[in-house]
């Protein structure tokens, strides 16, 4: 089977559709550019497919190429029989495959290896062969006494012998596969307590789980309390049971030689295998529960970003503190910085009066909407202070309390420097917080996915790993929505399909020099840029006002032409566009019929509704259909929470356990996973999603340990 026929098995798709995606990246093609433009070639495949069969595509080849070099290790041994060398090409894994490579890797010297140099591998033959007319083995062993061999008696030669014995059946690639699946199915985790102090940890103290049935948090918490020296961890399971796939393996009935082969097998699982499987069998848990939280970040990180922006309002951005005052910046609607300054109405100086009277006049000369509030240190009481502060304002204003979570990562960066040379670190925070909610895929783009605080135990995934699928979150988002080649930031054209970092600063650059593009095709002339990065990114970066209406569209430069045709079959011009009179056109192009409209236009069928699909909406923001985000005007405190009130929240951050809800305290409460629905749910996120607002009633408060209990079950959902 080739790599592209096990793709297509895995991942049930058709044969033709996993060619034709795997040639498309092969040739430099991105996900984004693949799921949206070459609809035709796979089939319409998703980019979450895409991905997925991407990253399985990379891991068969790595697969396949550790294949050939053991194979080739092998062979230079003159030890690859033909048995061998369809055993290693039939592998599935690459733990199969070194299990295979295992007896013929290059070792460390090792007690069987020393014993091997001392000739007794003869004798652990004989005693492998297991005759029974053999001698005694301890007979056998006085052949192979020797001195200057270090071999002083018949005792220490069988004990040579034995080693060998038990690195041989170690080396065993059958019995580790079967106990490898044994002890994945019976074992158990059990950790103890490393040292006599509490911890968050202690509910771990004294612990037992099956190996199978732990949740990927658990087994992160657990290593991490491994890691910190607050528990002992190990593997446990019957070694009786486990020696059994030993004995059946290599006992050939009754012999001289069974009592010490036996007792080389004990060896060989309690010193060799069991310790070699049980670090083993930890890694692939380790492993997997990664990957679920990966998996878990990506989707929040997705919803995060995808929240839908706060459109043509005029916003303050309030970072609280209490010693350094409170950090205020006024926005536009365009997100250009009106105003900046510092008030201190939070403890020592408590100057809310003064406060007040500074922020009063900042939002009647700036018209502002509304206050976007950093959750951090001092927000309770600042939002408090907001709240006080809205009810004595004769116009409509509303506030929002956001997560300032990778805000001083980026008021720090250099990216900020550059973007606000003339504003110091604490007031571009205070910038960071108000763009937050009026674009946050544009502002979160800024900041290293990691630093945005969705997900859970993300500083124990492995980095590279982590990087590369938050990447590929962003990438996606991003380009869903559409660039404005005249605004965005070079953080956000980076992650344009077929821009880099490089090109994405040129853009910016040229930009600057040249004045804003008009066109679609000014981007030929951004250096670095070739035909194949145009290609790539043309259709995600939107032209607004420009000289072509399409340029403010997702139809891609290479199908304007089907785009001109399409309008003008069905009774259009260019100049319609936009103009609200293509009401029609969707049932224009269905009377013509879709299959012989798309073949006299010269696309395929998907791509003519997608040009459609913008002809009538050209620009639309996909984020524009989801519910808005909630805007307060009042305030609670945790002593001001009952059992049974029912509160309007958001969700603020999705675990495997459950989901946190901001409802307007400060501390967001937790809705525990059993609490989600009224259904059973495997997992919270097929409840719920970051950013939503939801409907929760209070369940319990526990304001010294500043915990909220809450629920969704029975709390209907407008």
Known sequence: MTINQQLAKELGLEQWQVDAAVELIQGGATIPFIARYRKEVTGSLDDTVLRDLSERLVY????????EEVSASIAE?????????????KAQTLAEVEDLYRPYKPKRRTRASMARERGLEPLALTLLEQKREMADPLLLAEEYVDEEKEVPDAAAALQGAMDIVAETVSDNAEIRKKLRSYLSRKAEIKTVAAKEEDSVYSMYYDFQEPYGKLPGHRILAINRGEKEGFLKVSLVADPQEALGFLYDAVLKGESPAKEWLVKAMDDSYSRLIFPSLENELRGMLTEKAQDSA???????????????????????GLDPAYRTGCKIAVVDATGKVLDTTVVYPTPPQNKVEEAKRVLKGLIQKHGVNVISIGNGTA?????????????????????????????????????????????????????????????????????????????????????????????????????????????????????????????????????????????????KKVPKLGAKSFEQCAGFLRVKDGKNVLDSTAVHPESYKAAKALLAECGFALTDVGAGSLSDLRSRASKIGLPSLAQKVGV???????????????????????????????????????????LSGTVRNIVDFGAFVDIGVHQDGL????????????????????????????????????????????????
């Open 60 to 67: 068969l080849q790595n697969l396949q190429k550790r294949k």
């Open 77 to 89: 041994q003159e030890k690859l029989t033909p048995e061998l060398a369809a055993a290693i090409e």
């Open 294 to 316: 990966i998996d878990v970040f990506k989707e929040n990180l997705s919803q995060l970003l995808m929240q839908p922006p706060l459109k043509d309002r005029v916003v303050l």
């Open 379 to 523: 927000s309770g009481e600042s939002e408090r202070f907001v709240a006080q502060l809205i009810g004595e304002l004769p116009q409509k204003v509303s506030y929002m309390v956001v997560s300032e979570a990778g805000a001083s990562v980026y008021s720090a960066s250099k990216l900020a420097a550059e973007e606000f040379p003339e504003f110091d670190v604490s007031l571009r925070s205070a910038i960071s917080i108000a763009r937050r909610i009026q674009d946050p895929l544009a502002e979160l783009v800024k900041i290293d996915p990691k630093a945005i605080g969705v997900g859970q135990y993300q500083h124990d995934m492995p980095p590279a790993k982590l990087d590369a699928s938050l990447g590929g979150v962003v990438e996606s988002c991003v380009n869903s929505v559409g660039v404005d080649l005249n605004t965005a930031s070079h953080s956000l054209l980076g992650y344009v399909a077929g821009v880099n970092k490089t090109v994405a600063k040129n853009i910016v650059t040229y930009r600057e020099e040249n004045g804003r593009f008009t066109d679609r095709s000014q981007l």
């Open 604 to 646: 395929g069928e998907p791509t003519l509704k997608d040009i459609i699909d913008e002809l009538l909406k050209p620009g639309r923001d996909p984020r524009d259909q989801l519910p808005p985000p909630l805007l307060r005007t009042d305030v609670l405190s945790m002593e001001d929470l009952k059992p049974e009130m029912i």
């Open 671 to 718: 809705v525990h996973v059993s609490q989600l629905a009224d259904r059973f749910i495997k997992h919270p996120l097929d409840a719920v999603k970051v950013g939503q607002v939801v409907k929760v009633k209070v369940l319990a408060v526990d304001e010294a340990k500043k915990r909220i209990s809450l629920t969704m079950r029975k709390v209907p959902q407008e």
